[in-house]
């Protein structure tokens, strides 16, 4: 896989502000709670690692080298028991109903195949089991960010690390076979910006 070097080298900078006047909170929120074993798909930088407060063991899988590079300079201060994955999330090398809970936070927007990813989620996943989701998605279509979005989108996905604008995340992980529990529709992040409108929320797998 591609390494985006310089993308993960300036991400915790670019990301700061938003994680402590927003995301962070409810990261701690989604996070926080959880038990058992859980998969952390794209984990990336590592900006989860802090908010595992309960779980029995967390596997942290990032397939950038990059961005994986960053993570492991995080994990001792992990508070629960962690290990590291090269996985994909479209394809993941673990046994089916191998995990409690999965958590997807800022991933399925880069993901190439976010169809086959969430199929992927929904077999490592116990029945009955969490998926937690943290994404931007589409603005709606009468929206002035909708515009906005596909006008620059290209461009964005080519500087953030294939990053997609115009996905709608909840529809998709519906459509996977989750039900969700718990769904907000959020706009808390500055209304000029690309993923301003956002989904945080929790599905089951029947």
Request: some cysteine; charged content about 25%.
């Given at each position: 896989?591609?390494?985006h070097r310089?993308?993960a ?11 402590k ?5 409810r ?5 926080g ?5 859980v998969l952390d798909v ?5 900006v ?7 779980a029995a ?16 300079a995080?994990?001792g201060?992990?508070?629960v ?20 809970a999965?958590?997807?936070t800022?991933v ?5 195949d ?7 989620i ?16 589409e ?5 002035r ?12 996905t ?23 529990t ?11 910006m690309?993923?301003?409108p ?7 797998k029947?």
């Amino acid at each position: 896989m591609k390494e985006h070097r310089i993308f993960a080298a300036s991400y915790d900078s670019i990301i700061a502000s938003v994680e402590k006047k927003v995301l962070g909170r409810r990261r701690r929120a989604l996070l926080g709670p959880l038990t058992g074993r859980v998969l952390d798909v794209g984990a990336g930088t590592g900006v989860n690692i802090p908010y595992y407060e309960a779980a029995a063991r967390v596997v942290l899988a990032e397939p950038d080298g990059a961005m994986r590079a960053k993570m492991n300079a995080k994990l001792g201060s992990a508070p629960v028991p962690v290990e590291v994955s090269d996985a994909p999330a479209e394809d993941l090398p673990f046994p089916d109903a191998s995990f409690d809970a999965v958590v997807c936070t800022l991933v399925l927007c880069t993901v190439a195949d976010p169809e086959r990813a969430l199929a992927e989620i929904h077999r490592v996943l116990v029945p009955g089991g969490t998926l937690v989701v943290l994404e931007h998605v589409e603005a709606s279509p009468d929206a002035r960010l909708h515009r906005w979005q596909h006008r620059i989108g290209p461009v964005w996905t080519k500087l953030a690390a294939g990053c997609v604008l115009t996905r709608d995340t909840a529809i998709s992980v519906e459509k996977a076979g989750f039900t969700f529990t718990s769904l907000d529709r959020l706009r808390e992040l500055p209304a000029w910006m690309p993923i301003s409108p956002m989904i945080s929320g929790v599905a089951t797998k029947p």
